[in-house]
């Protein structure tokens, strides 16, 4: 399993951004997927996650309501789109997939994950 991150980058406070991450190696639409991030000197945070058949999601709380996390299966790709963006979203983007249907909050839970991709907002 590969997974491709990107749509990271720089960006003021208030503006907005949108992930993608691309999966490639096995069939897409059977597993949760979830995006997570780390900021420098803490610790890997959930952020949002959604089923195979993108029915669930689930929101990390600091970002509910502006976060919106989505899969287009045909395409193989999950996305985060990531409004109305503070300075305290600044991190290192993470993509993972786990071997459920389902979505999780914990980390301990995927299987695969991306490269990362950088998201910094300027106050």
């Known amino acids: 399993v590969q997974l491709q991150a990107s749509g990271g980058g720089l960006v003021q406070a208030g503006g907005s951004l949108r992930l993608s991450c691309a999966a490639s190696?096995?069939?897409?639409?059977?597993?949760?997927m979830g995006w997570f991030r780390q900021a420098p000197g803490k610790e890997r945070e959930f952020v949002a996650s959604?089923?195979?058949?993108?029915?669930?999601?689930y929101y990390a709380d600091s970002v509910r309501g502006r976060f919106t996390i989505s899969r287009d299966n045909a395409k193989n790709t999950v996305f985060l789109r990531m409004n109305n963006l503070n300075p305290e979203d600044t991190a290192v983007y993470y993509c993972?997939?786990?071997?459920?249907?389902?979505?999780?909050?914990?980390?301990?839970?995927?299987?695969?994950w991306g490269q990362g991709t950088q998201v910094t907002v300027s106050s």
């Open positions: 993972a997939q786990r071997t459920a249907e389902d979505g999780s909050r914990g980390s301990r839970d995927y299987d695969y």
């Open positions: 190696g096995r069939p897409f639409s059977r597993y949760g």
């Open positions: 959604i089923s195979g058949r993108g029915i669930f999601t």
